[in-house]
């Protein structure tokens, strides 16, 4: 082999495949595919067209930075922002952060104005910036409902369903019920949602028996409505899933499914399918079955009224006296459930989510949400149903959308393992391993430290996501599971309520699934899996940065008020705390006299005087609060601030900048990232 060949090959082998990760200052970081080592700087110069979110192939330079030598995919092709006038041509100034470029329109609509938010499509990355259309004006810049609608839009959501989509659901009939769907009518069956819950896609029916309970769990038939390949289904698998905000979801289903249809109000009859389980007297599961079922339910719970009957409502008691045995049941059975998943190794955090209050159109306040048993019930019986569909499907072999979780990092077990080391609370002399993680949670919640501990490991934790090659699920310690019991607002729930409608079909008619048609299914599974994944991330982000701007809304009036909080995150260049009620706001190292060091095996800021860690105390005061970025900035009362104000780049006497930004001071240690859930095990 030729020299040049062999230069060839060499250079062929440095090359490093990654999605970019923008920054409004221009320059990028490279994430790499194969996972790993950390991410590699990508200088403005180096990026060569390439944009935040784009899928591409770099090669090294100098130091841990890379240039872009090939773009495989355009990761951003419609976001939202504000429509600009400059320089005689129209641009939009993208709402993400990352995104580093404005985008160039083909001219200015004598409908627009300047500051009105906007959605657009980019057509074309040629030339010094991506040019594009707008597709929707949203309204102005500032208004809570178009800054609503530009979260919604820019994460891959809308608010409105395409007329042949309303159309085809206006046709939607319960229809007759089919020969092999049993009538469960009979039963005692209730569903247990929140106050201002519309849509109830699972209900419940459980009862003691001699041998210990039965449980059945009975799941709206959404598939009965929605056929594959139709209008409704198209637009179902676009969305993925339904997305909530305060004061409104924006479901993935039209409203005459999602709210009438599929939804298991009190008294009317619904087709589902069930899922009958027994359980022995210490909650080991000794039996499953599906069925496709007929219902009613009986009444619609609350999980506000459910608790205060488990707390002994002598009212509420004599209100729901037919239920009063169920409601017991279900608190036993529970409990045993909940005991197994800890004997397993499932992981109990301790988390907490806010919720914004509103009085008519204000925001009034913001508070903590409280979970509490009647919550940790209908999580019990849903984990258990997901987990005896996939199992039954497995077992049969059946493919599957499961729902999988794999093992922590080990570099980042280790930095949980030393960030406990501060408060006394790990192993001695050794690091965490995976299989200690569950135990090591479960201890730490009786120290005063234990919510922020649990905030470390969760961050320490891999993401869920769909496949439909079985990993299993480490959080919740499960061998094999899948999400089954939401198919009104998840379409994984829904691919898989097909195949378990196809599995009962071949199995009433004696057909065994062949490996060809098995192999085919799992193909077509895949690529649906990594879909569902990426639209609920970008759910999850949508969600956490609606509440952001609310947060960031409400604290424009308490701007100048003094607060307790906790350290709830450090960088080389930020301090985050959180208050009670759950609004983080940020100070800038920058902004402090002291020179701060950043110790990341403390997870601390260090200077001669102070020292912040994660989970101190202290006290915080509202400087500023920006709904345009969703910040909120806090001051230290009693530590020093320089005079210049928040993002004023410190000059020398020639007005030059006293120094450039190095890529390890905008790199987010990997410790923090931020976490956000739902109720119900919604995204377990």
Avoid at 24 to 31: P, Q
Avoid at 596 to 611: C, G, K, Q, T, V
Wanted: aromatic letters at 8%; a positive charge; charged letters at 30%.
């Amino acid at each position: 082999m030729s020299q040049r060949s062999i230069n060839r090959n060499i250079r062929r082998s440095s090359l490093i495949e990654g999605t970019l990760r923008g920054n409004r200052k221009g320059f990028a970081f490279l994430s790499r595919s194969d996972g790993r080592g950390e991410d590699l700087f990508v200088p403005h110069e180096s990026l060569h067209g390439a944009q935040h979110g784009d899928l591409v192939v770099c090669r090294p330079t100098v130091g841990d930075n890379v240039e872009v030598v090939k773009i495989l995919s355009r990761g951003v092709t419609r976001l939202t922002g504000t429509l600009c006038l400059g320089y005689g041509y129209a641009y939009l100034k993208p709402d993400d952060p990352n995104y580093f470029s404005s985008i160039r329109l083909g001219g200015w609509d004598e409908k627009w104005e300047e500051g009105q938010k906007a959605l657009v499509d980019i057509l074309d990355w040629e030339g010094r910036q991506p040019s594009g259309e707008v597709t929707k004006v949203l309204g102005f810049a500032g208004d809570k409902e178009s800054e609503v609608l530009s979260v919604l839009y820019g994460a891959g959501f809308s608010d409105v369903f395409p007329e042949e989509v309303l159309a085809e659901a206006a046709r939607l009939k319960m229809g007759k019920r089919e020969s092999d769907r049993a009538d469960l009518t009979q039963l005692t069956t209730i569903t247990i949602d929140g106050d201002d819950a519309r849509d109830f896609d699972d209900a419940i029916s459980v009862k003691r028996t001699k041998e210990g309970y039965e449980l059945w769990v009975h799941i709206a038939d959404v598939s009965h409505y929605v056929g594959e390949g139709s209008e409704i289904d198209k637009e179902a698998y676009r969305r993925t899933t339904s997305v909530y905000f305060p004061r409104r979801a924006y479901p993935m289903l039209p409203e005459a499914l999602s709210n009438d249809l599929c939804s298991l109000v009190a008294g009317a009859r619904r087709y589902c399918l069930s899922c009958k389980m027994t359980f022995d007297k210490e909650g080991n599961r000794t039996g499953a079955s599906l069925t496709k079922s007929v219902i009613v339910s009986d009444y619609r719970m609350t999980y506000t009224k459910v608790q205060a009957m488990l707390d002994g409502d002598e009212a509420l008691l004599a209100e729901y006296q037919p239920i009063r045995g169920l409601v017991s049941d279900a608190r036993a059975l529970s409990r045993l459930l909940a005991a197994k998943r800890r004997e397993r190794g499932a992981i109990d955090f301790v988390t907490q989510e806010s919720a914004v209050i509103f009085d008519g159109d204000a925001i009034s306040g913001v508070k903590a949400v409280e979970t509490t048993e009647s919550n940790a019930i209908i999580e019990s019986f849903m984990i258990a149903a997901n987990e005896a569909v996939a199992e039954t499907l497995r077992d049969a072999g059946y493919p599957c959308a499961y729902r999988v979780h794999d093992l922590p990092d080990p570099d980042k077990l280790k930095a949980l393992t030393a960030f406990a080391g501060c408060f006394g609370l790990a192993p001695e002399r050794r690091y965490l391993k995976p299989n200690e993680v569950a135990d090591f949670v479960r201890k730490t919640q009786s120290s005063p430290y234990a919510v922020i501990i649990d905030q470390v490991a969760i961050r320490c934790m891999q993401k869920a996501e769909y496949s439909p090659q079985n990993i299993g699920h480490y959080g919740l310690g499960s061998e094999c599971y899948c999400h089954f019991t939401s198919p009104i607002r998840r379409y994984p729930d829904l691919m898989v309520h097909r195949l378990v409608k196809r599995y009962l079909a071949d199995t009433a008619a004696g057909v065994v699934l062949d490996k060809n048609t098995r192999r085919k299914m799992e193909a077509d599974l895949a690529k649906r899996c990594v879909h569902c994944s990426e639209m609920e991330r970008a759910a999850e982000k949508a969600e956490r940065d609606i509440v952001s701007y609310y947060m960031s809304v409400y604290m424009q009036r308490h701007i100048g008020e003094t607060y307790e909080a906790v350290v709830s995150g450090v960088t080389p260049s930020m301090l985050f705390a959180t208050l009670p009620n759950g609004i983080e706001g940020a100070v800038a190292v920058d902004d402090l006299l002291d020179g701060f060091y950043y110790d990341p095996l403390r997870f601390a800021l260090i200077s001669e005087r102070y020292s912040f860690r994660i989970g101190d105390k202290v006290q915080v005061r509202v400087e500023d609060s920006n709904p345009k970025t969703h910040k909120i900035r806090f001051s230290l009362p009693g530590v020093k601030t320089k005079q210049a104000k928040l993002g004023e780049i410190a000059r020398t006497a020639h007005g030059k900048p006293k120094g450039k930004a190095r890529p390890q001071d905008h790199r987010k240690p990997k410790s923090q990232a931020k976490h956000g859930g739902k109720n119900k095990g919604r995204r377990r």
